[in-house]
């Protein structure tokens, strides 16, 4: 099976990377291209001292082997209806999923895989579909995003948190979604960090709570914020709470106080344990923007984004939705 070709901003990094004088290695791996790839595209197009990246794209466009229209150019009617969903915020696996099930039969069976779906959005106008339609995606990103580097490990920041229990000592059960009642929590901060909205996802059933901060997002008023969202949850699912270290959680101690639930942190700098939130909250953008300002959001507003993510089928639940799942669950 070929390799997938080189892209603009691929070649754009590899001239970035030439004229800092990195080997074709160290390019490699900050594009995650093998150094061989790198080198015979080098090689091709003038060498060291006269690659070109846009010259180098059009040189490849213009020797594509089997030049032939893509799946939603050959399909107009798809096309549309592919772009009408990205605009109203639907995911390209979604689109790609009830196509395959036949949902819109008017389409005549048509389908398209996500993959598909999410190249003519990076692609950015090249291809079929407009320019910009990447806003109505869940990151919003122009293109597919680079894995980082490995590195350093993260440094411990120090916070006024105390004492407190690691992500380590977090029971067992939260880590095979198994059991209802073991959340992850985090801030949204809105523009110039004036504003935020508490978030809190449920591990098992990515179950959605959200609560405003009128007040600020100081220790007290989210402690405030936390004990009466936490009270709006069954009793038996209130197992734990996992957090990142920050300073907004001064008062975590008196949060297991006042309703009984353990509270854990996770480690500096490691977002990705407690994915949860991560995702759930890439969700929620859709809904509330970055860089605005979150005190417009009433708490009656936010109830209707709860319910909006909690009656959503996930792909992660099955095709479920949040809802179902938790008072399944939670009625046990």
Partial sequence: MPAQTLELFEREEIRV??????????????????????????????????????AAQTRADGECPRPKATRLESDPVLAAHVEARLRAKDSPMTIAVELSAGVFPALGGATVSHETIYGEVHAQGRRTLPKGLHVGLQRRRRCRKHRPLAGV????????????????????????????????????????????????????????????????????????????TIERMPELAQLSLTWDQGREMACHHLLTAATGIDVFFADPHSPWQR????????????????????????????RAIETRLNTMPRRSLGWSTAHDVYTAAASR
């Fill in 17 to 54: 990377g030439l004229d800092r004088g990195e080997s074709y290695a160290e390019i490699g791996r900050r594009t995650e291209r093998h150094r061989s790839t790198i080198g015979r595209e080098v090689a091709r197009n003038g060498g060291r001292d006269h690659y070109r990246a846009v």
């Fill in 275 to 302: 994915p949860t939130n991560e995702n759930g909250i890439g969700l929620l953008r859709r809904y509330v923007g970055k860089g605005t300002d979150l005190g417009v959001y009433s708490q009656s507003d936010l």
């Fill in 153 to 228: 490990d993260p440094i411990p920041v120090n916070g006024p948190l105390g004492l407190f229990n690691l992500i380590g000592l977090r029971p067992a059960e939260a880590e095979g979604r198994e059991v209802v009642g073991h959340i992850e929590g985090d801030l949204i901060v809105g523009s110039f960090n004036r504003s935020a909205i508490v978030t809190l996802f449920d591990r098992a059933s990515r179950y959605c709570w959200l609560a405003d901060l009128p007040e600020g997002h100081g220790a007290e008023a989210v402690l405030a914020a936390l004990i009466e």
